[in-house]
């Protein structure tokens, strides 16, 4: 294979070797399996040193970068000493490969080893425990694949890790959510937020298609929850605005910002500063969106395209927590530019996320699914409460659960009605799909894997079912997802 390197590129693999967010690459696809650890390690957050989980790959550096062409082949070793299983998140794998526990295989005992090998799919993608308690604890890592169009594009790619964190044990967090104190002990005299961290929805201008001005005005009244953990800290690759990381970018550059949001239960809005290009979401290609600030509930990802002004100054990247003054972010600095200190605080806080689709339904994608006629539409009803904390799909919890039953190749569309005041982002496991509705309104909307369905809302997605096997459909909102809600997409052959 011949490598071209042109001047920026150049300062591009320069500027990657020495950013702490560099990403192993594994090898040609060619070569032998490469080796993935799930591992604990030692992160220092607000000057106290904490110890979490991770996914190191070689060099012992987080996460994966996949090279146009190469296939997903590696070893994944367990060396903690609890069983864990990994998921690809975003991925298409044959469902033996998928990473949940027991669907259809168990989770990996310490000291085991399992082999993965599959054709993957190009974009931002990433991979986490599939035990919640354990995604809460930082096992989670990046997990990129170039597209031929990324080298040929020539940006340099920075990646954006977004999480959030607890110096205490996430099995006690669980606890005090679901036993009603995660939110109404809750310190809001620093963020702003009314108590339970819920926010009067702002409906105005919400498309609502058929309600009735009397529903209107009854939701219109309604508190919605936004969060129900005020957690320790929010990080970006590992790091708070105390101590950030600093991209060493060209002067007048051409970036690509791969943005995951791996937090276990925080939707973030990324404000960039400058007018950047959103162009692709979960991995996909979008038409591009021009703007400065977008938002991603927990799961999804954004790739964002910025054109920096040949100015010898620093560029913040910012995530500011929904609904609340907390931020996160990294800083893109041309060399001799000026670093100033950001406060992890904002002045004011920010606004809840999507509320009224207004961003989802803006989406349009670029590789549409083709026309096909629908011969299997359901809708799936999302419902719960803060106290008790219970949450649910179609009225069940896991175990009690009734499948969503599919043909293999059949075209399918699933409408998520949200009954709860609070956000969804619903995650499909071994599926793209295309979102084609919000609310009552039809789009040609974005190619997903995650989509956010806000409070009392619907969003309706199409796909074509895949694999015969059994798929998990579940909330990407962890202590959700750990009380039980997630239902089982089965296909049939």
Known sequence: MTNVLTRRGFLTATAALAATTALPRIGRAQEASRQLSVATRTIEVKGKAASVYGIAGPGRRQGLILDP???????????????????????????????????????????????????????????????????????????????????????QEVVMFLHDFSFKDPQAILDEITQGAGHTDMDHGSSGATPQSSMQMDHGDMDMGQMTMSDMANMSTMAMDLNDFNFDAYLTNDRTLDDPEIIRVESGGRVKLRIINASSATTFWIDTGIEGRL????????SPLNGNRFGLAMGQRLDIDLDLPSEMRAFPILALREGERERTGMILAPAGAVVSKISGMAETSSRAFDVDLSQEGRLRAIDALPDKEVTNSQMIMLDGSMSPYVWTIDGRGWGEHTPIVAKSGERVELMFHNMSMMGHPMHLHGHAFQVVGVNARRVSGAIRDTVYVPPMASVTIAMDAGEAARWMLHCHHMPHLSTGMMTEFRVQA
């Open 69 to 155: 062409g190469e296939r997903f082949k590696l070893i994944l070793e367990n060396t903690l000493d609890v069983e864990t299983i990994v998921h690809w998140h975003g991925q298409i794998p044959p469902n033996v490969q998928d990473g949940v526990p027991d669907l259809p295989r168990p989770k990996l005992v310490s000291g085991e080893t399992r082999d993965y090998d599959f054709e993957p799919l190009a974009g931002t993608h990433w991979m986490h425990s599939h035990v919640p308690t354990q995604e809460m604890n930082l096992l989670a890592a990046p997990l990129i694949v170039r597209s031929t169009e990324d080298v040929a594009e020539d940006r």
């Open 279 to 286: 162009v692709a979401v979960d991995g996909h290609r979008i």
